[in-house]
């Protein structure tokens, strides 16, 4: 607004003449010269125009909205996001996504087409990432609460589908991720741990698979390692230092994310088994100690999982349990109890505790506790012969822990190996316990 100046008479004052809403002002400037008049023009336009300015802003802002629509537009049409059929494998082929196993993968994509399932079902007309809101991310929650899963379970569908969405958020123009949203469910510890076996239980399921050499060496291994079932199926001869009765690999499990090396003295038990599988013979390093069932599991993991299950069922160890708040039968035995097995015989045989942690990657005291699960039976046993013995507390389910040098070097070879200026105070009384053994 710039409004127009006069005189009425030539030589006399200046007046102002501007318009409001469409009505006429004139104002008298009292100036009779015009420099003097314009400077008081624009002392009295001054709030008009500092209007007239903020709505040019205005204007020009949605103008420029309309201008970034536009071009959002042309570039969806000249190079448009993948459609949700699509975002698999773009998921698979992007860079910023996490690098887990094959295993993990087909896990991840099991979860992911329960999605895209659902949507198709729910909202048949959602063709993009984008599309896909809030309440819909609500509404397949409520759907995964109510299908009677563990909060792990429901926790895992949650947290994929918001891995995808961060990981696609610039190839898919998203501009928020409706999971953030979604709160994970509260875990609940006793849930799904594993059962321990007891001495007799072992027996049974060592008993049962008497005619399998192949599973009844990979029970023992696993009973008296600590490992898990991956790293004992897919154990080389290379991890195995005869010498020093030590076992020496990487978990699988945290080989990826940390690459720590574990060391496992190797136990009577453990040792016969490997002494028979070589047989005395000049054996491959890169070789696998159980080369059939390695073989089988690198096809097809489930495959050692179904006869690891059928032989607990021979042996009378029902492995799964109904429960009125799961859809499905949870897993209370499986290989994994023989790692509980472990850590409990390994514990009632004198093991020092941060030793035991250290082989079976336990970094807390909680964790330990878990797997130390002492059942009525192994408890009764061990009270008796505390009471007729006196001595070192010993697992019937194998022979006993040795003290013999061999041992007891090895146990301290693998505590020097994993002591750190943080452990060096808890190694130091490992070491001490030891030289009385």
Known sequence: MKGYLYQRASGGKWYLRYSVDGKRVIVCTNKTAKKDAEEERDKILEPFQMSDKAEVLRTFTARLADVETQIERLNQEKTPPPKIPEVWQQFLDSPLRPDPGDSTLRVYRFKWNRFVDWLSVNHAGVAYLSEVTPA??????????????????????????????????????????????????????????????????????????????????????????????????????????????????????????????????????????????????????????????????????????????????????????????????????????????????????????????????????????????????????????????????LVEAASAAPNDSGTILARIRAIAEAMTPNTWKGAREELLVLTKS
């Open 136 to 393: 819909m991310a609500a509404q397949y929650a409520k759907k995964l609460a109510t299908a009677k899963m563990s909060a792990s379970t429901f926790n895992q569908h949650r947290n994929l589908l918001r891995m995808v969405w961060r990981v696609l958020a610039d190839d898919c123009r998203l501009s928020s991720n409706p999971w953030d949203k979604i709160h994970p469910r509260k875990l609940t510890p006793l849930a799904t741990r594993k059962r321990a076996l007891t001495p007799v239980q072992f027996e049974n399921l060592i008993a049962a698979v008497n005619n399998d050499q192949d599973l009844k060496d990979l029970f023992t291994l696993l009973a008296w390692t600590g490992l898990r079932l991956a790293d004992a199926v897919l154990m080389q001869w290379g991890a195995v230092d005869f010498s020093h009765r030590v076992i020496t690999l990487a978990p699988i499990k945290t080989a990826r994310r940390q690459g720590k090396m574990v060391h496992i003295p190797i136990f009577p038990a453990a040792l016969d088994v490997l002494n028979q599988r070589q047989s005395g013979k000049v054996f491959d390093p890169q070789g696998f100690v159980f080369p059939k069932l390695a073989a089988v599991y690198r096809h097809d993991a489930t495959i050692i999982s179904k006869a690891i299950s059928d032989a607990f069922d021979k042996a009378g160890i029902k492995t799964t349990e109904k429960r009125a708040e799961r859809s499905r039968a949870v897993v209370v035995y499986g290989a994994h109890s023989l790692r509980h097995f472990f850590v409990t015989a390994a514990t009632s045989a004198g093991m020092p505790a941060a030793m035991i942690k250290s082989i079976t990657g336990h970094a807390t005291d909680s964790m330990l506790e878990h797997y130390q699960q002492i059942g009525v039976e192994l408890a009764a046993d061990l009270a008796g012969r505390i009471q007729g013995a006196g001595t070192a507390l």
